[in-house]
């Protein structure tokens, strides 16, 4: 296995990854850094929690620390994401890496539900934009920033763009951007969404697919199981469960933002510390909500698959489902908040006598199978 000074990385940021306790490159970022390096255009595949953002942002970096600043309102490198969660994330790993440089670079995430005043008005210097896309059509329509000399422009989760019906916006953002340019793609899966962005995007990206991180697979990276639980006994079962193991920094996901906040007080009044997150909360409200999880002041984060993709929690031991995914890729979406990086992790899934033939169909698809461990015997009064 090479090392990160093999990559093609200059000293300053050999040093800064040093410093944040990255010892060797993951397999995605020891093909794509020198292929992202000699400008190719790249579609990178590889699972949640591989390494994919350092990725793209390490050779971004180099790369710009060693051209001439012009300060104006073209931005260099567009990096494109679904959801505002995922931007502050890669904002974050930006900023992590953006020490002791040749140069100070200036990135800026940029997303809706706040206020876009500020935005426009800090724009002026950002060579480096992590953008929603709504949110970005706002910005240019008020312009406070040109697509016209993008020279990288990165895709990050780019099945998940499709999923979430920003299609019209994707071919928007495409006719502004530059002809000239390096593009990147990135996704934890290949499907035919994907291969339709390559298409329109009119390139023949080097294909750098990993099918697991560091030869593991989620199978020994994940110890997953299911419980077959009647509707009426879930939330029970679900404190029973979190109570008797002793369950602390646990990612509960459901499926709509009524349900988060119904099992976020239901949890509360039987003595669990726990906060729901979805999106028809505001920023402020997300923002404490991962914050008092991360920090320990509440046990239980329940989520909705709307902000699935954009949380990041280090060492997260345990997700349950607690309503299964709509689809076999939500379900490896879900699961992959644990088990990063190496560290082992554990997926729970409830599943009731209805979701029993929707549950074949995950593992069939997903290549996995998980024996239903059956609850009727287990005493649930008092939970």
Known sequence: MKSFSDLGLSENLLQNISKLGYEKPFSIQEQAIPAILSGKDVMGIARTGSGKTASFVLPILEKLQNTTLVKNRNIVCLILVPTRELAIQIQNVCLDFNQNLKRPIKTMAVYGGISINPQMKAMFGVEVLIATPGRLLDLINHNALSLEKVSTFVVDEADKMFQMG????????????????????????????????????VIDPILIEIQAPDNTDTEAQIEQSAYLVSLERKGPFLRYLIKTNNYKQVLVFVSSSRTADNLAEKLNKNGIKAVAMHGKKSQG??????????????????????????????????????????????????????????????AISLVTPDDEHHFKIIQKKAKIRIALEPTEDINLQGF
Do not use: C, W
Request: hydrophobic residues 40%.
């Open 166 to 201: 920003f299609d019209e916006e994707m071919n928007q953002i495409i006719e502004l951007l530059a002809k000239k340019r390096q593009n990147l793609l990135f996704s934890a899966t290949l499907n035919d969404k994907v291969q339709e962005m390559k298409s329109r995007l």
């Open 285 to 346: 409200a997300r923002y404490n909500a991962l914050d008092d999880f991360k920090t320990g002041a509440t046990d239980v984060l329940i989520a909705t698959d709307l902000i699935s993709r954009g949380i990041h929690i280090d060492h997260l031991p345990i997700v349950i489902n607690y309503e299964l995914p709509r689809s076999p890729l939500d379900y490896v979406h879900r699961i992959g908040r644990t088990g990063r990086a190496n560290e082992l992790g554990k």
